[in-house]
């Protein structure tokens, strides 16, 4: 059921077209081809699985390409199943068997790695793709919001009425109500939610109107330990008739709901105008319990604040690092120097210490505070051979000369947006024979694939683990090389 359209021009922006899916491309974007006069159009379609009809309006047009917005899915994929959970914009692939989203997370990702990578043999260098643990339940922190525009999933309709759960898919205004699980954080949470929701309403407080910028309810951040079974929440408002707010019932009613599973409740203030839960300027302070919680990572326990970064998936993260220390291991002396760059709380400094216990292993992250819990679990953990900075990257290569021709391994993990090309820069001075890079954003890998290949770096394998299932995210882990 492609469209057809009678004149020769590429779409014009703001188009709405309905169009069949036929391919996926990377980062999970749907691929349909449009037949015109002068020839086929290819039209980009995010977060749409082949076989699907759907409907999309044109937000960017070149000569055989449109970019497109998802608006409906008008008919569902052949390949589709039913799942007893609430579906959210942020799992789109969740009706997709696991199987195929891997399937198409492969593909995607070695034609990356050709493309960008320009790594002509990337099916060859292909290692692996290794499963998360659970598909389903498997992450550790949700981030619901309240809003005063609430999308009906049922009647498409904009209400003026109180939300709480997630954005509406390319909204940053309405939200629609979490009523059930959805499939990929806590049951128990995510089944309660809608009491929390009528809890908040009745207090008669406003929940936050994003285009007016005003409100009090602004965010629920839930924080979980599997190894513990426990959830912290941290309940974010504005400072707006705070003293109205029954603090204490709210503090009741989630001990009641969730017992002994309650590990802690914060209260963020935040009247930053900015979508954002960090307020720039205000406080969080501990209502009940702890600040913190406690996951276990491959026997070894860190404690990790709200706003700490941590593996979303700290089962699959497992995997994950399991994999890169056996990069790590096939090349490098136990004894070595090893470069943890991007470190957050010292996961990977931690793992590689036990299993290398004579190397010597240098964390270095950007967040203090992350650093501070690195340092508490190295020491709670018995971990002497390694040591954390607080520091960019760029700036601790450049004020550590002493460092160059004396690292044996650097292992790269930075955050999605790559590493800043001066920081790569300054890595690859250092002239270690072995990098492992880990990424959870594989475009960015492979684009400093290309880099590090023409540095003298050549690329030894690479693997993928399907860390965040449901969505179209994947880790990759790759091993370099100096050449000789
Ligand atoms: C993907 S996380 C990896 C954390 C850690 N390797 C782990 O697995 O838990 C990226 C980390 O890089 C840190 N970061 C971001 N920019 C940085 C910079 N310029 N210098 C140092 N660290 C940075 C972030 O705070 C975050 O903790």
Redesign the pocket.
Known sequence: MSAKRNNNNALKRGEEIEVTISKMAFGGRGIAKMPTEKGELVVFVPNTIPGQVVKCRVVKSRKNHVETKLLEIVEKSPDEVSIPYQPIAGAPYATLPVQLQQKYKQETCIDLFRRIGGVQNADILFDTLLSSPDNWHYRNKMEYSFAAIRYDLHTHEELDEFALGFKHRGTWWMVENLDADSGLFDEQVENNLHIIRKFCEDSGLPPWHAPRREGFFRFLTVRKSYANDQVLFNLVTTSDNLAKFDMDGFVQLLQKLFAERLAGILHTINDDKGDRVQPLEGASRTIVGKDFITENLSGIDFDIRMES???TNPKS?EVL?NKAISYLKEKVNTEGTIL??????G??SQLVSREMPHAKVIG????QS?VEDARKAAAANGVTNTTFYA????KFLQEHPQYGGKIDAVIL????AGI?PK?LKRTIELHAPIIVY?S?NPATLARDTNTLNQEGFELVKYSLVDQFPHTSHVEAVALFQKKS
Request: some cysteine; proline content about 7%; glycine content about 4%.
């Open positions: 970064f941590f593996q993260a690092y943890d760059l991007f470190c957050g709380t996961t990977i270095v992250e950007i967040e992350a520091a960019d990257v760029n993990d930075p955050p999605r800043a920081a880990i959870c």
